[in-house]
């Protein structure tokens, strides 16, 4: 049955975008960013450059210990500091930093290249039943692992 290939070809379309990901990011004045990085440093962008570390995990749909080694390896490679919260130190901040502004743009232009490889020849109306019934999968999943 064909349907039985479904959770093979979700793992192949993963593994190419990651690979397309990886070829942009390398070839682009953003090299030393990562495919991983990109929801910590999208949810950034999304909110004004500072979020608390929760806020990230949230907004990324990753576990806090992602984001921390994430957000770590974004603070060595100067794309993101840490700040303590004003009213409560126990809370830390992550803010972009002027380099991560700074390729704002790289990281538009590629993930509009991405976008446009993978609806390559889709009708808007694929695209959209698409997202609805991946959206559906995974709100399955997710129920069943609550």
């Keep these: ?28 004045s953003v090299n030393e960013v990562q495919p991983s990085y990109g929801p910590v440093l999208s949810a950034l962008f999304k909110h004004d450059g500072k979020l608390k570390m929760k806020e990230i995990a949230h907004a990324a ?35 972009l930093t002027q380099k991560a502004w700074d390729s704002k743009n790289t990281f538009t232009v590629i993930s509009t290249h991405l976008l446009q490889t993978a609806y390559n020849g889709f009708t808007e109306e694929e695209q959209l039943q698409l997202t609805a019934l991946l959206t559906k999968m995974n709100n399955n999943f997710n129920r069943s692992n609550a």
Excluded at 10 to 27: P, T
Aim: charged residues 30%.
């Design 1 to 28: 049955m064909a349907t039985e290939k479904v959770l093979s070809l979700i793992s192949e379309v993963r593994g190419g975008f990651i690979r397309f990901l990886e070829r942009e990011l390398a070839a682009s």
């Design 61 to 95: 749909n990753r576990d806090k210990s992602t984001v921390t080694y994430l957000v770590n390896n974004l603070v060595k490679i100067g794309y993101v500091k840490k700040e303590p919260g004003r009213q409560d130190c126990r809370e830390t901040y992550v803010v």
